[in-house]
């Protein structure tokens, strides 16, 4: 079923936060562990904007559909990087502007490279656009799960109110990218062969080229090494399974494999 981007761009608004209670968090304040995959999950919503300025630099930017898809997409992940600084306020942290102003300054080296990255790797292939396609698909099922799970261990009735509307949103990203990859892959064995490369070599789970890897590897251990977590991962494997060309890659599994919990006895660099 083919992705009806008019309906779509006449729904997108800010996500819902009316009639949630904020100050909840005051009086039931979310465990630190918790709280820590919030930083995480606001840090990297905040930075799609910097995403979608590299995306413009490549061929994606020719594609007039995936051009108006981006902007309103930014727009939506904008304000869940507003909605989850409003978590962090209740917990007497800092949020939107002044902690997205040290995090990029941070990554000041990286702002300036990384839209020539972009650039060289669209410019090596012709299949950029099926490649960016699928590593979106997969992105936006991995974000998706990771707030599922994090309402699910955190237990809180206001964040878990908070994710549902943040997932239903996140849930037409889904749907875009997903059809516009499985259409881009099935008519092109090359470009098959050209994103499994890129899956298999280059993909990382969301987050991981912005921040530190201490904080990724949280996340994933706290999200996805246990049981169920396990089995979601699974469930986004069998879905990447189904995309014509990349049965069998096992990208979640080999990414909680990688920055699942470290032995105590490890110290992190």
Not at 12 to 17: A, K, S
Not at 87 to 100: K, T
Not at 131 to 142: L, Y
Not at 197 to 206: G, Q, S
Request: include cysteine; proline fraction near 4%; hydrophobic fraction near 40%.
């Amino acid at each position: 079923m083919s992705f009806d981007l008019g309906t779509y761009t006449r729904r997108v608004r800010p996500v819902e936060v009316a009639g949630l209670d904020f100050a909840a968090f005051e009086r039931q304040p979310l465990a630190e562990a918790d709280l820590r995959c919030i930083r995480y999950m606001h840090d990297v919503e905040f930075h799609t904007s910097c995403y979608l300025r590299d995306l413009l630099n490549t061929s994606a930017h020719a594609d007039p559909e995936v051009s108006t898809f981006l902007t309103m997409w930014n727009y939506e992940e904008h304000w869940h990087g507003e909605a989850l600084a409003s978590v962090l306020a209740a917990h007497g942290e800092q949020g939107g502007e002044m902690r997205i102003t040290a995090m990029r300054d941070r990554l000041r080296r990286r702002m300036r490279t990384s839209p020539l990255m972009w650039m060289g790797i669209s410019a090596a292939t012709r299949h950029f656009l099926a490649i960016h396609m699928t590593v979106g698909a997969i992105n936006e099922w991995t974000t998706q799960a990771g707030y599922a799970r994090l309402a699910a261990r955190a237990g809180h009735p206001v964040l878990s109110e908070l994710l549902r509307r943040i997932m239903r949103q996140e849930g037409l990203h889904i749907d875009f990218y997903r059809s516009r990859a499985s259409a881009l892959l099935d008519r092109s064995p090359k470009a098959q062969r050209a994103t499994r490369l890129v899956l298999r070599y280059v993909w990382r789970p969301v987050g991981a080229g912005v921040m530190p890897t201490s904080e990724v590897r949280h996340v994933v251990g706290h999200l996805f090494a246990d049981a169920e977590g396990r089995a979601v991962a699974a469930r986004i494997d069998r879905r990447i399974d189904r995309l014509p060309g990349l049965a069998g890659l096992g990208l979640m599994r080999r990414t909680v494999r990688r920055y699942g919990p470290l032995p105590a006895s490890t110290v992190l660099s």
